[in-house]
């Protein structure tokens, strides 16, 4: 058995909440057919496959980046060092790190290799996103409850039309990423 470490984020586009990133120890003889991009899955779907993965994972480590970090750092940056993060939490491991997308944190340079679409192509990012996008959804959802209102548990945060009406009625809340432009543009306003 051959083992991987697959990287990937969720929540780079919304308005609100943290960028969540998973980091999964992975083996290649898992068994589950049906990964694919968190994107592709239905919710339904998703939520069948986190108990198949969680058996079948040998680690898994999530890290994130807050809404400060993400205004103080913007969101490419928050998003590295929330990669880095997940990483650091699986300990010791000695397998290749593959991580979804063009570009490999400096944390991780000369240890891990960017793959573009990996969340599609490599099981292990693909077992990451789907990890990092329920636990994502669920926060978003809990959001909801503590700022209701602006549909956080439909849209988890990203820019719908009605998530930016709810902006400009109801304000901007703490959970509000204040270096996006819907949102800046909302407190220029006020």
Known sequence: MSLMVGVDEVG??????????????????????????????SAKK???????????ALKISFGRAEVE?????????????AMERAVEGL???DAPIQIDGNRVPDGLKGRAQA???GDGLVAAISAASILAKVARDEEMAALSEIYPGY????HAGYPT??????????????????????????????
């Open 161 to 190: 039309k009605a998530h930016i009406e709810a902006l400009e009625t109801l304000g901007v809340t703490p959970i509000h990423r204040r270096s996006f432009g819907p949102v800046k543009r909302i407190l220029e306003k006020a």
């Open 69 to 81: 970090e993400i205004d103080t750092l913007n969101i490419l940056h928050a998003t590295m060092l």
């Open 12 to 41: 780079r586009g919304p308005l609100a909440g943290p960028v969540v990133t998973c980091a999964v120890l992975w083996p290649d003889d898992h068994g589950i057919a049906e990964l694919d991009d968190s994107k592709k899955l």
């Open 115 to 117: 793959v573009v679409g």
């Open 151 to 154: 549909g956080l548990e439909g």
């Open 91 to 93: 300990g010791d491991f």
């Open 46 to 56: 998703r939520e069948a496959l986190i108990p198949l993965i969680r058996e079948k």
